[in-house]
């Protein structure tokens, strides 16, 4: 047997039951997801896309309301940017197409905000199209697999999109199938750290495993640090700006940081980015 027919075996019985696999969650469903889902883990992100999709359970829903309103709900997951192009996003769906999320790759890709990886994860968890999947876990089940690297490189390569491609099955629903098995496979055991050999399905078949798991050897792979950066600091000054429905005195939202020269830059850098606004009166608010 292959590393994808054991593989789809293995998620066919262990997959986990998230809303946006479900029927129901429908392609705006999976791209709500996918937009949340990035740098952020399941368990941060049930509780927000639940409550997300009950107030916005269309496109036009959310592109009626403000960014501001988007950006409210995103809460704490992180890149708060993220809402605003998902809020893009759904206008663009709201006014292009109708109020329905496209099916074919080009018009996905064409939506603000999303790029490769999201488009083709749209086109086959909802509409079941043959695309390469290439997320962070899937690169990594690749890597190890077939490459018999501990860890894909940085960036996705000429070579290692064509490895992807040639292993698609030709069945479209086959392959959405296996781009989903194999990100579930790196996500639960095929993992960055203290990968679980041991219950992986395809163990006996994995390259990397079979030459002795040998360490990475390419550039150090760097964790990032969060307590008392810029972006903790704009993270306490937007948390500020979400919980109130009015524009906010300077003196209050300063108060959020006691660094001024770090609080400076983070409040500069939200502005620029379209986060927040200044009102008359030195007061500031959400979008």
Known sequence: ????????????EHRRDLPWRRPEAGAWGVLVSEFMLQQTPVNRVLPVYQAWLE????????????SGEAVRAWGRLGYPRRALRLHAAAAAIAERHGGVVPAEYEELRALPGVGDYTAAAVASF???RRHAVLDTNV???????????QYPATSVSAAERALAVSLLPEEPSRAAAWAAASMELGALICTAKNPRCAACPAAELCAWRKAGRPEHTGPARKGQS????????????????????????????????????????????????????RTAGNQYSLP
Request: charged share 25%; proline share 3%; with cysteine.
């Open 1 to 12: 047997m292959s590393v994808i027919e054991v593989t789809l075996g293995w998620y066919a």
């Open 55 to 66: 107030r916005w359970p269309k496109p036009g829903d959310l592109a009626a309301e403000s």
């Open 126 to 128: 909802a509409y079941g």
């Open 139 to 149: 690169r990594r089940v690749l890597a190890r697999a077939y490459s018999g690297e």
């Open 226 to 277: 969060y307590a008392g950066t810029d972006r903790q600091c704009r993270g306490a000054l937007l948390a500020v700006l979400r919980q109130a429905h009015a524009p906010v005195e300077a003196d209050v939202l300063f108060a959020a940081w006691a660094d001024e020269a770090q609080r400076g830059r983070a409040l500069r850098s939200l502005l620029e980015d379209g986060l927040a606004v």
